[in-house]
């Protein structure tokens, strides 16, 4: 079972853009995430609107989680999508449908999964792992 401290996270671009549903100024940050001196286990997107609050308008994480490297492709890989935000109670992330998702990850991934078919498996675990370690580690997050 994959740790968040087991993991190294690869921050490695950004960009900035307009969020579709309001029109405000948006901004996604992706990278890697890497078992610690080992493999890579994902890749990731993080987009917010700039400004507003997360209890008003999460967080989503894109998560691509599998086998990279050579002679790896996108038959190795899965999406899962997550939501983060935070309210009176604190923060909180939730897995999300990918399929929702309008960022295209075909070419990245081969399956693109609902949060039925994450929630209570091993992927689970490992995309709450690798969420942790992103927010400890990437500083470009809100």
Do not use: K
């Not at 990731?44 to 002679?71: C, K, M």
């Amino acid at each position: 079972m994959i740790q968040s401290s087991d993991l190294e996270v690869e921050p490695t671009g950004e960009s900035g853009g307009t969020c579709d549903c309001c029109g405000n100024r948006s901004r996604t940050v992706w990278g890697f995430v890497h078992r610690r001196g080992a493999e890579t286990v994902a890749s990731y997107f993080v987009q917010w609107t700039v400004g507003r609050s997360l209890a008003e308008h999460p967080a989503n994480f894109d998560l691509i989680l599998g086998s990279w490297g050579d002679g790896a492709s996108a038959d190795d890989r899965c999406a899962i999508s997550m939501l983060y935000s935070e309210n009176e109670d604190g923060p909180s992330v939730m897995v999300i449908d990918a399929t929702d998702r309008p960022r295209d990850m075909s070419s990245l991934a081969s399956s693109v999964l609902t949060r039925a078919e994450v929630i209570g498996t091993p992927l689970a675990a490992a995309a709450f792992a690798i969420v942790d370690a992103i927010f400890l580690q990437d500083d470009r997050l809100p």
